[in-house]
């Protein structure tokens, strides 16, 4: 498959499916145009308006009057009574997701018999059906709901480059757009963040999350949660959980986890998410331990909603209820329905099981009705929330969509977030930056000239007319700098054959240097896109072999949605930046860092494994009792490869260089509720001005159970001019250092932890403390 980009349509929901006129969106460039223009928006909202007028329904009467900031109980209050006015069909209704263009059922939402609707790309409809919702018996606002992964129509790069930045600030501004724009659309609850932790990059999903460590994975969850809220709309956590581990990155796979990594990895992101203050969470499609997470009442009703009291609403991945059958637990739709409502699914997204099943389930007794009452609460709470029962609310203006969003400073924001997320992986000779470049620069490679792979997957409303190619901006700046650019494609995006090298070879070698902009095409990340070779795609190695034969030095821009294998391509590369798609200003983002402009401090969010058979790899993996050493033939190794990554997580390098020394701790005897203050001092020993991402790791190196090697606890990032140091410091509570024990137990153990300040996963670890009891 390698090498087509997917058709159109509802199978390839991460580039947009349908334009608004209903047709398919088409081409192989994520977004199309995906907004209507100004004018013919605002013409379509005035005719809305007027229908809406005509229709009486202009001036809605509210379901319920709770102001925001209406207290819990009486929302609670508000909702029992509301509840006791509804017929079964309503309450259905509010359980039910459903949305996507031309499958739209405007009666059922008339009929009050829809509470969530997604993806209606079109603000103008959103006006409309809202305007239907509040006219129907019990005026029961609708809640418009879409996935907008890395923002909506400015899109930030992908979320496993925002993981990149090692920098929550810069999640937390990014989602903020992202939300800002959702909500100047019409949205109320974004579909993510996804915060499925994942070590294995075969599988296509890793790029819509953040990366293999628990504690980025948890800081990125609750900054992502901030900023969604702060520009406007809530988020949804997904998918839980376990998903990020499906055996051998096959996509909707099954994950068998044991109760302490469940605990100790893949649950945490989610609580981080849900103490931010997320509203919705989404079931995932997996199977854990046995049991598909759609009918896991252990998992969504026990753990998550009661032990962990989460009040808002759990919806059901896509069509999932259905795909309960093919998982061969439900051998009827009724059936399914019965263990998805009963496990604590509230939402039926798609499947359309709950329109149709659940009366009758009702009926016959098997659901209780206290059950609907339940999962209609949660839903009518989170309208509550929102602010939707809010008499002042006012709807988002569809005619001001244009102006809200993708705004300087929005844009301005995605620059930051794209410089930020770039990685330097090999700098020989101090090849880049190109600031006094050579003379004449041959960029080679389809994607260099291609939007959409600048955007990534799951384009949400974003404009190729308003992305920057990055060929343009290459030409452009080094052309200021006096340097000459020719460009060859040398082969389509997924490089399928090798027809154009010959043309690409003599472009090179009519050039002093070589940019070549390889890598994975768009379409080759997200959803069910697993791939079991994780180099670069098609025929782009042999077409870098014979760059690098020119003889001219090669800088290699990777485009990457995962941890590709990248030991041959850095090989041929003398320098190599490697980057996750990186979004709307993508492209003068890569320049921006090219040129020098921005000193690069992108970190690997996964480890670069040095081949598929080392996957799954993190670089917190238990140790052995036989630790690898040359030579010994009975120690843990493979017999044909290195056990290490071929680059750790954590690593990126800089134009410059760091020091980090120093490291001292406030105090050497702690109790378990203290926070310990670790400090180090980090110089900048280099001649250029740099930023350095400096990471804190700590290792208890004796416990009851094996713990790991290391692991992040606190990221720090220091601006430092050349021969500068600064004295930085991380505060940590010593009861991060819990881990569940083999019988589900938290515990946190007295004795010596070690603790190490550094760029990467390899620090040395210099300076320790004593945990003891009081
Ligand atoms: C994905 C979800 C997404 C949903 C709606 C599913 O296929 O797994 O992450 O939110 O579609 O688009």
Request: proline residues 7%; aromatic residues 6%; charged residues 25%.
């Amino acid at each position: 498959m390698i090498g087509e980009p997917p058709p159109a349509g509802k199978k390839n929901r991460h580039a947009p499916p349908l334009r608004f006129d209903g047709s398919p969106a088409g081409g192989k460039c994520p977004p199309t145009r995906p907004l209507a223009d100004g004018l013919s928006a605002l013409l379509h909202a005035l005719r809305s308006a007027a229908l809406a007028l005509a229709l009486g329904l202009a001036a809605p009467a509210a379901a319920l009057d709770l102001p925001r900031g209406t207290p819990a109980a009486a929302i609670e209050t508000a909702i029992a009574d509301l509840l006791a006015r509804m017929t079964l069909e309503e309450k259905i209704g509010q359980m039910v997701m459903t949305g996507w263009g031309a499958e739209f059922d405007e009666a059922a939402v008339a009929g009050g018999r829809v509470g969530i609707v997604s993806s209606v790309d079109d603000p103008a409809l959103m006006v409309r059906y809202q305007a239907l919702a509040r006219a129907s018996r019990l005026a029961i606002p609708l809640i418009f709901a879409r996935d907008a992964i890395h923002g909506y129509r400015t899109l930030m790069p992908v979320p496993l480059g925002l993981a990149a930045t090692f920098d929550p600030a810069i999640v937390e501004a990014a989602a903020r757009v992202a939300g800002e724009e959702s909500a100047a659309a019409g949205l109320h609850i974004v579909l993510g963040p996804m915060v499925d932790l994942s070590r294995d990059p075969r599988w296509g999903r890793v790029v819509e999350g953040p990366g293999e460590d628990v504690f980025l994975a948890r800081t990125f969850a609750a900054r992502s949660v901030k900023g969604l809220k702060a520009g406007g709309v809530a988020a949804t956590l997904k998918h839980f959980v376990g998903y990020g581990a499906v055996r051998a990155g096959r996509d909707y796979a099954e994950a068998d986890l044991s109760a302490p990594t469940l605990a100790d990895l893949y649950l945490p992101p989610f609580r981080a998410g849900l103490d931010a203050g997320a509203e919705m969470v989404m079931a995932a499609f997996s199977v854990l331990n046995g049991v598909p997470v759609t009918a896991n009442r252990r998992l969504l009703d026990d753990l998550l909603r009661r032990d962990w009291r989460f009040d808002g609403i759990v919806v059901s991945d896509w069509d999932a209820i259905r795909e309960l059958m093919p998982h061969g637990v439900a051998a009827t739709r009724t059936e399914a329905t019965e263990k998805a409502v009963l496990a604590g699914i509230d939402v039926d997204m798609a499947s359309g099981f709950y329109t149709a099943e659940l009366p009758g389930l009702v009926a016959a007794g098997r659901v209780p009705i206290a059950r609907i009452d339940e999962a209609v609460a949660r839903v009518l709470r989170v309208k509550a929330r929102l602010g939707l029962f809010d008499p002042a609310r006012r709807d988002a203006d569809p005619a001001a969509y244009e102006h809200a969003t993708a705004t300087p400073a929005q844009r301005d924001t995605a620059r930051e977030a794209a410089r930020r997320s770039i990685v330097l992986l090999k700098n020989d000779r101090d090849l880049l930056p190109l600031d006094r470049p050579a003379k004449r620069i041959a960029v080679i490679g389809a994607a260099a000239a291609d939007a959409g792979d600048m955007m990534g997957a799951w384009g949400a409303m974003a404009r190729r007319e308003e992305t920057p190619i990055l060929l343009d901006e290459l030409k452009r700046r080094l052309g200021a700098l006096g340097a000459e650019v020719s460009f060859a494609a040398g082969c389509d995006d997924a490089c399928t054959t090798s027809d154009g090298f010959a043309e690409a070879e003599a472009t090179a070698r009519a050039a002093d240097l070589v940019v070549a902009v390889l890598g994975e095409p768009w379409y080759l990340t997200a959803e069910s896109t697993s791939r079991t070779r994780l180099g670069l795609p098609g025929h782009q190695q042999a077409l870098l072999d014979r760059l690098k034969a020119t003889g001219r030095p090669v800088v290699l821009v990777t485009l990457a949605g995962r941890a590709m294998t990248m030991a041959d391509a850095l090989a041929r590369a003398d320098a190599a930046l490697y980057v996750f798609s990186p979004g709307t200003m993508g492209a003068p983002a890569i320049v921006d860092v090219l040129l020098g402009e921005t000193n690069p401090s992108g970190r690997l969010p996964m480890s670069l494994p040095r081949a598929v058979g080392q996957i799954p790899i993190a670089y917190d993996v238990l140790p052995t009792g036989r630790p690898f050493s040359p030579g010994d033939t009975l120690a843990s190794r493979y017999v044909d490869e290195a056990v290490t990554p071929l680059l750790p997580f954590g690593f990126g390098l800089s134009y410059t260089t760091f020091a980090h020394t120093d490291v001292t701790v406030s105090a050497p005897i702690v109790g378990p509720a203290d926070t310990i203050r670790i400090e180090a001092t980090v110089t900048n020993t280099g001649r250029r001005a740099g930023r350095e991402i400096a990471q804190l790791y700590v290792r208890d190196p004796v416990a009851a159970v094996s713990r790991p090697p290391r692991r992040l606890h606190g990221l720090a990032r220091v601006d430092l001019a050349p021969g500068e140091g600064k004295r930085i410091a991380f505060d940590l509570p010593v009861a991060d250092l819990a881990f569940h024990d083999f019988d589900g137990r938290r515990v946190l153990e007295p004795g010596r932890f070690e603790v190490g300040v550094g760029g990467s996963s390899e620090v040395p670890l210099t300076a320790a403390f004593e945990l003891r009891r009081p």
